[in-house]
């Protein structure tokens, strides 16, 4: 009986974080929209609305976007309401413990490692490709056999600058939140920049007829890209496990969640209707770099080859935040006791170094050694089931009597969180079989890791 009370025990409204371990408060709402947009537009913005439109969606990806936009926005509104109530670190992982109890808590801790660590690695993979291909235009070449993952048949064995990347945003997440938070907002408005540049460039170069037919894949082909290009937008959820070091959390936290949504649904629709303006989504096809590909046409190689250091930093943000949201995850799960407490020892600089340099090192490895596409299926399970979750716990914190119900409130309720929940499990059942069996399998293994490890050291247990 003692098991399964443990798995339902919940943490006190009261008091959400312990004075033992805290992290000082130093985000602004600016900070927080320059996170979000950091982490959700990365170089796959100058990729994937190409392919959508070429064979799914047509020019149609225009409202393809708006539609998952909205989608997303529904779960950010959810995540800007706990924020909101919870500003503490660990996000989903966090707001579960409170509403839910810690065995549901674990396991949805459990899934966000899976999302941030293989975000990390895969898109750090991905930054490799990129910075190879730019070495090369200046006849500079990587070894064979440490330019890309274990692949023996290819004569590839590690991926070096996989491996470097990851651990130099590890070594800069070590100095504290502020000297990193001033690096990704460099890197973001220099992404922003390049993504604006071709928005305009390109809009004088837009062929109205390009877009007739404007739904060439029929209703179904927009409501398909919608989910397709619905997980261009993961990674937004990172932004709350900021909560902890963000100055007027009730203000700020739903200004930066919303506010970094905001910015990269423009960003999306914007591009996706100017490249579907200036060359036809039927001369797409098989285009592995649809936005170099428009830009040649018109003749602006120029920009081109800017749309590479464009990607480049896209990428390096990325990897930047989810490391930053995996080792606030880290800290709030050993706070808690459910891992060693040795993950929410801070330094002088108030940032947890030793958890930082462990997640770096080991997602450092998986860039280096496993594939991409082994990867990326995996990440986005585990973010669907945290949205869905959050989502649901609305019901449950408005039911709280112990908590103040000041700071924002998600509107329509009930209406929106319902949606919410509904979407994102509509969305994982989509998931392909060999998705769900790699997230049952890290399932089973996080339950051992509760049940033997979690559940006997918990802090609520000790108290």
Not at 157 to 173: R, S, T
Not at 274 to 289: K, N
Not at 352 to 358: D, H, L, S
Request: aromatic share 12%.
């Amino acid at each position: 009986m003692t098991k399964v009370n443990s798995f339902f025990r919940k943490k006190s409204f009261h008091n959400p974080a312990t004075d033992k371990h805290h992290l000082n408060k130093t985000l602004g709402a600016f900070d927080l929209t320059m996170l979000g947009v950091g982490a959700v537009v990365g170089g796959g913005i100058f990729i994937l609305p190409g392919q959508v439109a070429s064979v799914i969606a047509g020019p149609g990806i225009i409202i393809s976007f708006i539609i998952a936009g909205i989608a997303c926005c529904l779960a950010a509104l959810c995540y800007s309401e706990f924020a909101s109530k919870l500003p503490v670190a660990g996000s989903a992982y966090t707001y579960s413990y409170h509403v839910f109890g810690e065995g549901v808590a674990w396991i949805l801790g459990w899934s966000l490692i899976l999302e941030y660590g293989l975000a990390v690695a895969a898109i750090a993979s991905g930054w490799s490709s990129y910075m190879k291909s730019l070495l090369a235009g200046f006849d500079l070449h990587i070894p064979t056999a440490i330019s890309s993952a274990y692949d023996p048949s290819a004569g590839t064995y590690f991926d070096l600058l996989a491996f470097v990347v990851v651990m130099v945003i590890g070594i800069l997440l070590s100095f504290g939140i502020r000297e990193s938070t001033r690096v990704n907002n460099i890197m973001v408005l220099v992404k922003i920049a390049v993504v604006v540049l071709f928005i305009l460039v390109g809009a004088f170069y837009v062929k109205p007829d390009n877009w007739t037919p404007f739904l060439p894949f029929g209703v179904q082909g927009v409501i398909t890209g919608a989910s397709t290009v619905f997980f261009a937008y993961i990674g937004f959820d990172a932004v709350s496990s900021a909560a902890e070091e963000v100055k007027n959390p009730q203000k700020n936290m739903p200004i930066g969640i919303i506010s970094s949504l905001a910015v990269c649904t423009l960003l999306y629709i914007l591009l996706s209707a100017v490249l579907t303006g200036v060359v036809p989504y039927t001369d797409l096809v098989g285009v592995s770099a649809p936005v170099a590909f428009a830009l040649q046409a018109i003749n602006q190689n120029w920009i081109a080859g800017l749309l590479s250091v464009g990607a480049i930093v896209g990428m390096t943000t990325v990897v930047l935040v989810m490391s930053y949201g995996g080792t606030r995850l880290l800290f709030a799960m050993g706070r808690d006791g459910l891992l060693p407490q040795s993950f929410s020892k801070i330094s002088k600089n108030d940032t947890p170094v030793r958890n930082t340099m462990i997640f770096a090192t080991v997602m450092g490895l998986i860039a280096s050694t496993v594939p991409m596409e082994d990867l990326a299926q995996l990440i986005n399970i585990g973010t669907l089931f945290a949205f869905a979750m959050v989502s649901i716990g609305i019901f449950f914190l408005r039911r709280n009597p112990d908590l103040n119900q000041k700071g924002f409130k998600t509107p329509f309720y009930p209406v929106v969180p319902a949606l919410s929940f509904l979407l994102c499990v509509y969305l994982m059942l989509n998931l392909s079989k060999t998705t769900w069996i790699a997230f049952g399998i890290w399932f089973v293994l996080g339950i051992l890791v509760y049940v033997f490890y979690g559940r006997r050291h918990s802090a609520l247990r000790i108290k």
